[in-house]
């Protein structure tokens, strides 16, 4: 069976390979969000469309390893701004290295959805929606 890719591909500029090498290329070739070089997956480097329309010549484009492109994808809020995209990329990466605790922001909760300092409701978290026992569905 195909990939999503090779089923979308009509879609993408006829030029995209190119496109695809510049965005790499001016981020050294690295992911954008945790810094991490091109190589074995999850660090292959993608391309990324943060208004998610493959087909908008002016479109948004960061250069992400697999790992933070399907982190993206899944971000609710959907981030804005390309610096969005990377400041919650980055808090995730670092709140996962037991860095820091995710802002309720990018754990998708507002001041008022805490109650002495627990969440009274499933929040999002920047991988997608969160069950009341903090698993994904």
């Known amino acids: 069976m195909p990939d999503w890719f090779s089923r979308n591909r009509s879609r993408y500029p006829?030029?995209?390979?190119d496109i695809a090498k510049r965005v790499k290329d001016a981020a050294?070739?690295?992911?954008?969000?945790?810094?991490?070089p091109h190589g074995p997956p999850p660090y292959v480097l993608t391309v990324h469309h943060l208004h998610h329309d493959v087909e908008d010549p002016d479109a948004v484009l960061l250069a992400?390893?697999?790992?933070?492109?399907?982190?993206c994808q899944g971000m609710r809020p959907r981030p804005l701004t390309k610096e969005e995209a990377i400041r919650r990329l980055r808090?995730?990466?670092e709140a996962e290295q037991g860095q820091m605790t995710l802002p309720?922001?990018?754990?998708g909760e507002r001041a008022t959805d805490t109650v002495?300092?627990?969440a009274s409701a499933p929040g999002i978290?920047?991988?997608g929606p969160l069950a009341e026992n903090g698993r994904q569905h």
Request: glycine share 8%; proline share 3%.
């Open 14 to 17: 006829p030029d995209w390979s």
């Open 125 to 127: 978290d920047v991988a």
């Open 91 to 93: 808090q995730r990466y």
């Open 104 to 107: 309720m922001e990018v754990r």
């Open 64 to 71: 992400l390893c697999q790992r933070d492109h399907l982190r």
């Open 116 to 118: 002495a300092g627990s």
């Open 28 to 36: 050294g070739q690295r992911c954008e969000a945790c810094g991490n």
